[in-house]
C-alpha cells in the first residue's frame, strides 16, 4: 500500500514557478513509476510528467521546456518544478504511483495561474 500526499499549490502570476511535491508511505518506493496528472474544469485528466525507476522522463508536449520532473528516492518523494506558467497550466495537479497492475493516487493540489 502506497499513500501519497502533494503539496507545493498555489496562486502564481504568469511567467511565475512553482514546485510540487509528492511525497510517499509504503514500501518499494524506488521501483514506482511516478507520475503528474493535471485536470482543468470540464477536462479530462492528462498527462504532465513522468519518472521511471531507472530515472527516465517522459513529458506532455504542453509542459516540455519548461516543467522538470525529478525524485528522490530516499526522501520518497517525486518533485515538479514549473518554471514560465501559463494561465493555461491552471488546474488541479495529482500524483500517480504506478507498479505492475497497480496504481495509487494523491488528492491533489491547485495551482492556478492568474494575475
Known amino acids: 500500500q502506497v499513500q501519497l500526499v502533494e503539496s507545493g499549490g498555489g496562486l502564481v502570476q504568469p511567467g511565475g514557478s512553482l514546485r510540487l511535491a509528492c511525497a510517499a508511505s509504503?514500501?518499494?518506493?524506488?521501483?514506482?513509476?511516478v507520475g503528474w496528472y493535471r485536470q482543468a474544469p470540464g477536462d479530462q485528466r492528462g498527462l504532465v510528467a513522468r519518472?521511471?525507476?531507472?530515472?527516465?522522463?517522459e513529458y506532455g508536449d504542453s509542459v516540455k521546456g519548461r516543467f522538470t520532473i525529478s525524485r528522490d528516492n530516499a526522501k520518497r518523494t517525486v518533485y515538479l518544478q514549473m518554471d514560465s506558467l501559463k494561465p493555461e497550466d491552471t488546474a488541479v495537479y495529482y500524483c500517480?504511483?504506478?507498479?505492475?497492475?497497480?496504481?495509487?493516487w494523491g488528492q491533489g493540489t491547485q495551482v492556478t495561474v492568474s494575475s
Open positions: 509504503g514500501s518499494f518506493f524506488a521501483s514506482y513509476t
Open positions: 519518472i521511471f525507476s531507472d530515472g527516465s522522463t
Open positions: 500517480k504511483a504506478s507498479r505492475t497492475f497497480t496504481n495509487y
